[in-house]
DNA sequence: CTGAAAGCGCTTACAG
DNA sequence: CTGAAAGCGCTTACAG
């Protein structure tokens, strides 16, 4: 491997003016040193420069599953904004796994000025100690049970679970069911303890039978749907609580021929790319997803930026119901309901 | 920051055997020294680990797009592999910008043991430059104009498009578009000729304002679909050349009430996540996507190991033709055609 | 098994 | 502006 010691010795110079060279101070032989580096195809170790000043100019992002649209779209966010700012952005997977993610963040604890975090878990310890180690952490879209003392940016996915729940009551539906993210998740727990207390405030049960555990993979959406069916006494509408899950649904019910939205409603927490192309275009709970990562990104870049730690930040944004075609009043007897405080909204 | 000195002095034992412990080596005092660790809460510094050891045990994956679905599978495939090798995976995008990919790459170079790159375009130099730098490069999806002396995992991108204009050939459309991606990039150069050079075969001429230059991206695919239909006398059918850009057309041929493949018929390359549940459901040129992760990275996994370069490896993977329902004869008096060699094939 | 010591490739006060 | 020198936090022959 060529080093600075060998560019030095061939423009005549010390290792101290190639190193100012490369960092853009003025040297009296640029010229000479530059012509060394090229003809030696010389790349300075990014590793060694970490270790003496301490700076790596990277920030992580640490999510549960980069196939996901919605991670996706946040990272882009992110990126844009590191890009921006002069940062490299070092993109990693957890696979919604606390180990995984544990490994992962002692792993880039030296490597990385600052880490975005959507923590698998929200038991997690790992952000503690990563935190503890000096290394800023941001948490995005999911936090931990005590995590008010990091900076975060999440939705509102208690609000936006009700206003799922107000949309299926309000079309008449009582036999509602929920197939739910992990409980163990901000998101996932956030969004069934929504759904759940906006059904109790309109004296709608909901049985046990009609609450899915579902883990936010695209297999469990499916999944749960066809064991919905075959219930004996299968609901009329069903909330699913992300996009991947709704997905799965979708699949589920076109599998089984179940029409929308005249033998089934849905509504899915979640736009997804091409829902205004279903037939019938599906009705979503929608939130922003680049802005997030922007969001997260801006908050890690200062936070980063700043000597002392100062008091945590907390973003919450508002969710959005986006009314499209695949709700409607349930089949039968039922008539639409008056719901007090619903207001449908659309594209 | 507490270092191993930390722990050796709370140990009472050199940090020789904090390290050696540290890397699983049987030492005296393992129990006390695990319990200094413990209790200063120490995380070894990876950084000055591979600075001694030139290891990191971590390896890069570079994208143009990671919010493209394809190169999320991809993905997903190389990090299992790499996860159950027990590497790290670092991800970066480049934003299909070749100045990205270089500043990423020089960033990498001593921060990965090995790198799966994707390159912006056909013409990069600094794969080059990175493997000179000793970095094995294993480029999969798309290569170099010269970059034999790499291994790779690429698919027939010229057959596959030329399954796709035998399809539309047969079905008897004459007035046939494409909607290309860069032709600076492997697959966007690939399906470009493959498609002409199938064409040309059938004696079907494709005018200059037939063939649209895409990028890639959705936006261009709803673009150019709008500029084919505003044509005075638009085509019957579209190729689009990607995944993103077909849900473009798709989007645009909506906007407009389209009907497909009444009044026209699409077919892309790249299957979709939701074509199934399209109405009508999309027919497609399909791919290894996951798999291509995964052979790459068993690639670079053994080119890391092995100690001399060896000859490079190439793989190419076959397409299919995935027929489903939005293609038919072209309205009006045209017939459908016997093609020699054509047979459909669908899921 | 253990410890003292050298060194990985840089950066950065320090003195000139 | 320049160079000599120390040191970032580890690992690893080497001698015991």
């Known amino acids: 491997m060529t080093t600075m010691y060998d560019v030095a010795r061939l423009a ?16 009296r032989d640029a010229e000479r040193v530059q012509r060394a580096i090229d003809e030696l195809g010389y790349f300075p170790n990014a590793v060694a420069r970490t270790l003496k000043s301490g700076v790596t100019q990277t920030v992580g992002i640490v999510v549960p599953d980069v ?5 996706a779209s946040l990272v882009k966010g ?19 796994s606390s180990e995984r993610e544990e490994a992962l963040l002692a792993d880039l604890i030296r490597r990385v000025d600052g880490v975005i975090l959507a923590p698998a878990t929200e038991q997690d310890e790992t952000p503690l100690h990563v935190r503890q180690a000096g290394v800023p952490v941001v948490f995005v879209d ?15 996915n208690q609000g936006g679970a009700r206003q799922a729940a107000r949309h ?24 069934y303890e929504g759904f759940l207390a906006e059904l109790t405030e309109h004296s709608i049960e909901l049985p046990d ?7 936010f993979r695209e297999s469990s959406g499916h999944q749960e749907t066809l064991r919905l069916l ?26 089984m021929r179940v029409r929308l939205p005249e033998q089934m409603s849905l509504i899915g ?13 599906v009705t979503v709970i929608d939130r922003p997803t680049v802005e997030q990562g922007v969001l997260a990104m801006r908050l890690l870049i200062s936070k980063m930026r700043e000597d002392s730690p100062g008091t945590p930040r907390h973003i919450e944004l508002e969710t959005r119901l986006c009314v499209r075609e695949s709700c409607a009043p349930p089949p039968g007897p039922t008539g639409r309901r008056e719901v007090k405080g619903h207001r449908g909204a659309s594209r």
Not at 209 to 215: F, H, I, N, Q, V
Not at 231 to 253: C, Q, R, S, V
């Open 230 to 255: 075959a219930l004996p006494e299968p609901p009329t509408a069903i909330f699913t609580a992300n996009n991947l899950m709704t997905i799965g649904a979708l699949k589920a019910l076109h599998d």
């Open 12 to 27: 005549g110079v010390s290792p101290a003016t190639v190193s100012r060279h490369l960092r853009g101070q003025p040297v």
């Open 142 to 156: 999911r936090s931990l049970v005590h995590g008010d003392q990091f900076d975060s940016v999440l939705v509102d």
């Open 67 to 71: 196939t996901n649209p919605f991670f």
């Open 78 to 96: 992110a990126e844009s904004i590191a890009r921006e700012q002069g940062y490299t952005l070092l993109l990693c997977n957890t696979d919604e």
């Open 269 to 281: 927490f979640d736009d997804l790319e091409l829902a205004p192309l279903l037939s019938p275009p």
């Open 168 to 191: 299926l009551v309000s079309l008449g539906h009582q036999r509602i069911a929920m197939i739910s993210g992990p409980l163990n998740t901000t998101p996932g727990r956030g969004r």
């Open 209 to 215: 039978e009609y609450l899915r555990a579902g883990d």
